[in-house]
């Protein structure tokens, strides 16, 4: 009998950040894709959602609670969901889940999840205030 799936089977039900196809030149000496490499991507779209909701310039301050649960393959698609969880006065944390699809199939794998954490900076390079995040159903 097939397994039920899981929410960790399923995507985030938010537009994706990132999605792009790891190519030959993103290999390790074993032929996988380096972690560094889908690091990279999950930064790039994390920080994409956080320059958004700042309205300007950020830098990653933190990763936390990073997980490889699967090699990602040369050609598969690679998509990339940043959900925003909360902020500070400057800061900004993000769920960060990255997922592969086989180049000749429909079915998604998730492959990392973090947590990313940003700054908010001025013109200068000083932290500056960020709006609050709003939770549904709250003022």
């Not at 320059?51 to 990653?60: D, E, L, N, P, V």
């Not at 990313?116 to 709006?131: E, I, M, N, S, Y």
Request: aromatic share 8%; glycine share 10%.
């Amino acid at each position: 009998m097939p397994r039920q799936p899981t929410n960790e089977d399923l995507p985030p039900s938010i537009d994706p950040a990132i999605r792009t196809i790891a190519m030959p030149t993103d290999t390790n000496p074993a032929g996988d894709i380096f972690g560094g490499w889908l690091l990279w991507q999950m930064d790039l779209a994390a920080g994409n959602a956080a320059a958004r909701h700042a309205g300007g310039r950020c830098a990653t301050i933190a990763i936390d609670q990073i997980v490889f649960l699967q090699p990602v393959k040369v050609g598969d698609e690679v998509t990339v969901y940043a959900q925003l969880l909360g902020t500070g006065r400057s800061s900004m944390r993000f769920e960060v889940t990255a997922w592969r699809r086989r180049r000749d199939g429909e079915r998604v794998y998730k492959v990392t999840g973090a947590i990313f954490t940003f700054v908010a900076l001025d013109l200068d390079g000083r932290p500056r205030d960020v709006r609050p995040l709003v939770q549904a159903g709250m003022g």
